[in-house]
Structure formats: C-alpha cells, structure tokens
C-alpha cells in the first residue's frame, strides 16, 4: 500500500492506526466559543503548565470579564499601557495575573493582525480558521506563535485538525519508535481519524487525555 507520508511507511502507518483505534473516547471537550477567550489562549496556552493558564483565565473572567468582552475593548484595555517592557508586564500582571510581559507583546500584535483582516468577534474567527492554512495565514504574523499554536487555535473553533504538541508527538513517537515532524504527525493522524472513523480533533483529545493519565482529564494544556 503507498502511502503519501514522506517517511511513514504502509508498515508504520498500520502500528499507528490500531494504536490510535485502541484509544478510548474522549471525555474532554476543547471547543472554546469566546472570543476573546481564544485570544488569550492563542498566546498563553503553549510552553506553560497547563494550572497556570486555567488560572490566567480564571482571573481574565472573575476580573476583566464584563468590561473586556469585544475587540474595541481588547484594544482599548492594551492602549492604556506603553508597548514595552514595563507597560506590557504591568498589562500581564493586571490582565491575567502573571508577569508574562512577552505574551502581552504577543496580543498586541494579534490583535492588531485580525483587526487590520475585519478578524473582531467569535463569527469572523470562526469564518477564517475554517478558510486560513498556516503558510497563507498565520505564518510570521506574530513572532513566536508557531505551527502547533496556530492548529490549536483553529481547533478550539471545531477545524478538523490536530495540534502537534509534546503529547501527541510523544505519542506517535512512542507508537512508532521514533520521531515524526510535526506537519508529517498532522497529515498521518487526519488520515488515520479518517480511516478509524472518528473527528480528527477528537482523535487529537483521546491522545491527550492518554498520555496526560487517561480519558476524562479536561485541562487543555500546550506544553
């Protein structure tokens, strides 16, 4: 059988595919309908623990939550502070709780991206992740989002993909014997969902819940 994978051969695809069949259900939903919700995850939820960004937004909502519900309130909250150092890390201390100054510098330039495409509510996000590819949309748009961020950020809006993460290449490392990049990862897990019969990123959360300890885990997490 060809398979057309650029190293993962008709053998190796096998192995993966009844690993993946043997998964159980998920029982976490990742979906995110918020906004600005999404926003923040965008730029919080990759390289920190998983506690530390439940607890980012935890403190968005019980003290942002009604006066930043918009992109005019994004800006305007950004905009009262000096895009440096200094003013980003007093925006992260106020925005969610923690001194990550450099993921504020991110946001900025999120925010300012999507809004110079008409990118400004749960709708158009929705629309462009369903109608955005990494190279054409995301790519060098804003230092340091990567590949594994953009797939997790379209994902929470219900883009049947997978995000290549330390847990599901883990996985397909474990799985296989060695290590897969990250875009061979994504094309072979799409490909396997398809063949077993399951959504993509439902395939995507049964790994994660096995590999963070099995189903019912419901953190997301980046790390």
């Given at each position: 059988?060809?398979?057309p994978f650029p190293t993962v051969t008709p053998e190796e695809y096998q192995v993966l595919k009844?690993?993946?069949?043997?998964?159980?259900?998920?029982?976490?939903?990742?979906?995110?309908?918020?906004?600005?919700?999404?926003?923040?995850?965008?730029?919080?939820?990759?390289?920190?623990?998983?506690?530390?960004?439940?607890?980012?937004?935890?403190?968005?909502?019980?003290?942002?939550?009604?006066?930043?519900?918009?992109?005019?309130?994004?800006?305007?909250?950004?905009?009262?502070?000096?895009?440096?150092?200094?003013?980003?890390?007093?925006?992260?201390?106020?925005?969610?709780?923690?001194?990550?100054?450099?993921?504020?510098?991110?946001?900025?330039?999120?925010?300012?991206?999507?809004?110079?495409?008409?990118?400004?509510?749960?709708?158009?996000?929705?629309?462009?992740?369903?109608?955005?590819?990494?190279?054409?949309?995301?790519?060098?748009?804003?230092?340091?989002?990567?590949?594994?961020?953009?797939?997790?950020?379209?994902?929470?809006?219900?883009?049947?993909?997978?995000?290549?993460?330390?847990?599901?290449?883990?996985?397909?490392?474990?799985?296989?014997?060695?290590?897969?990049?990250?875009?061979?990862?994504?094309?072979?897990?799409?490909?396997?969902?398809?063949?077993?019969?399951?959504?993509?990123?439902?395939?995507?959360?049964?790994?994660?819940?096995?590999?963070?300890?099995?189903a019912g885990v419901t953190q997301s997490s980046q790390q």
């Amino acid at each position: 059988m060809q398979m057309p994978f650029p190293t993962v051969t008709p053998e190796e695809y096998q192995v993966l595919k009844e690993a993946c069949q043997s998964l159980p259900a998920p029982k976490g939903n990742y979906l995110e309908s918020d906004f600005i919700c999404n926003l923040l995850l965008t730029v919080l939820d990759y390289q920190l623990k998983g506690t530390i960004v439940s607890k980012a937004c935890e403190h968005y909502k019980a003290k942002h939550w009604d006066s930043i519900r918009t992109m005019g309130d994004i800006k305007q909250f950004l905009d009262r502070f000096p895009d440096d150092k200094e003013g980003n890390l007093r925006a992260a201390e106020e925005l969610w709780g923690y001194k990550y100054w450099n993921r504020i510098a991110q946001l900025r330039n999120l925010v300012r991206y999507f809004d110079a495409i008409g990118v400004r509510d749960q709708d158009s996000l929705r629309r462009w992740a369903e109608e955005s590819d990494f190279e054409r949309s995301f790519r060098g748009r804003i230092k340091g989002l990567s590949y594994a961020v953009y797939k997790w950020l379209v994902m929470r809006l219900g883009v049947e993909t997978v995000k290549p993460d330390i847990h599901v290449m883990t996985y397909v490392k474990k799985s296989l014997g060695r290590d897969v990049d990250d875009r061979e990862t994504v094309a072979v897990l799409e490909r396997v969902a398809q063949d077993i019969g399951r959504k993509v990123y439902e395939l995507d959360w049964a790994i994660w819940e096995y590999e963070r300890g099995g189903a019912g885990v419901t953190q997301s997490s980046q790390q």
